[in-house]
């Protein structure tokens, strides 16, 4: 059914089922998740859900990888559900009075000041706001997914070093914009990316020792950026398939650029990803953040009232049928969370 790293084998049928306690009032939700499991291929899945702010089932379907059953605990990488978690610190810092929406991001007054704008004028228009709604002038639609580019950088800086996202950034600061900052929304991990540069300028920490400082509050401490590399694969994490095409994609890590991979691991550099896509954790993890937004028991609260509301706002470009509102990766359409 699919590859896992350097072992083929088939995951039957009858693996897919619920490995947790169930009772007659679930088994129906849990039949229809093990039939689409089945249906698509998924090997494992898992799934937690909440009622009135609060958790009441955690399952898990199918397996986790070679002789392991994928459990309500197992932790995964969740892509871009990422994006949320970055607007949570960065409008945590706007609370706290570091920056504010308006705030702009390049330029001699920007946050990145250490950046130079050598492309774009419109780029010294970009804020904080731009970075959060999508709408930055970068559209991957029409230029590439520049997170995934490999740019110059100096000889001991590797796509997976720390500074060189900084280097990915300037390289695109030379280089011309796809639209007037404000004027549309297209969907963005370069804009999530620039977030995660500013947490880490503001609270001279790395952007994931700041954000797991935040997710404590709430009671979440198994929660990590994720590595390209299948040698740091920790215990406690699924591990990851690959039943599409290509089978295999070029290397990007130091010394193996030569090589071939499978997609999952080592063809793109997610240690460095933590800002767009980059986190790892559990069902429960991730209903917790987003239960925390409406919870007045924790100083999440106090983002939720203010900066939230402040970033669900319409863009005013009319179109011919209707003003479009934005997407933030924090929500929009009245509370409705997207990414």
């Known amino acids: 059914m699919a590859n896992c790293s350097d072992h083929n084998y088939t995951v039957l049928s009858a693996d897919i089922c619920s490995n947790e306690l169930s009772n007659l009032t679930t088994k129906r939700t849990d039949d229809i998740i093990c039939q689409f499991l089945t249906e698509q291929r998924i090997p494992g899945a898992t799934l937690a859900v909440a009622k009135h702010g609060r958790i009441v089932y955690e399952q898990g379907y199918g397996v986790a990888g070679p002789g392991r059953r994928m459990r309500a605990k197992t932790r995964l990488r969740i892509a871009s559900i990422s994006k949320p978690i970055t607007a949570l610190a960065v409008l945590r810092l706007c609370e706290e009075g570091y920056l504010s929406l308006n705030t702009p991001v390049f330029g001699p007054k920007g946050l990145l000041k250490k950046l130079k704008i050598r492309g774009d004028k419109r780029l010294l228009l970009v804020t904080v706001k731009h970075l959060l709604q999508h709408s930055a002038g970068w559209d991957r639609d029409l230029a590439g997914d ?29 280089r011309k914009l796809q639209f007037t900052p404000g004027s549309k929304h297209a969907y963005s991990n370069l804009g999530y990316l620039a977030l995660g540069e500013i947490v880490e300028e503001i609270t001279g920490q790395t952007y994931e020792k700041y954000v797991q400082s935040l997710l404590s509050e709430i009671g979440i401490k198994g929660m990590y950026v994720g590595s390209e590399e299948r040698a740091a694969w920790q215990s406690d994490e699924a591990e990851y398939f690959n039943i599409g095409d290509p089978p295999t994609a070029p ?48 100083r999440s609260d106090s983002v939720e009232e203010h900066a939230y509301a402040k970033v ?24 409705d969370v997207v990414h």
């Not at 740019?151 to 600061?173: D, G, M, R």
């Not at 005013?316 to 003003?323: I, L, W, Y």
């Open 146 to 174: 520049a997170v995934f580019w490999k740019v110059p950088a100096p000889p001991t800086v590797s796509v997976t070093s720390p500074e060189y996202n900084a280097h990915l950034l300037q390289y695109v600061l030379n």
């Open 251 to 298: 290397c990007i890590l130091p010394g193996q650029e030569k090589s071939q991979v499978l997609p999952q691991y080592g063809s793109f550099a997610m240690s460095n990803s933590g800002a767009s896509g980059g986190w790892v954790g559990s069902a429960r993890d991730v209903l917790s953040i987003f239960l925390s937004l409406g919870s007045s028991s924790n």
């Open 312 to 335: 669900r706002l319409t863009c005013g470009a009319d179109t011919s049928d209707r003003t479009v509102a934005f997407k933030c990766s924090f929500g929009c359409y009245g509370r």
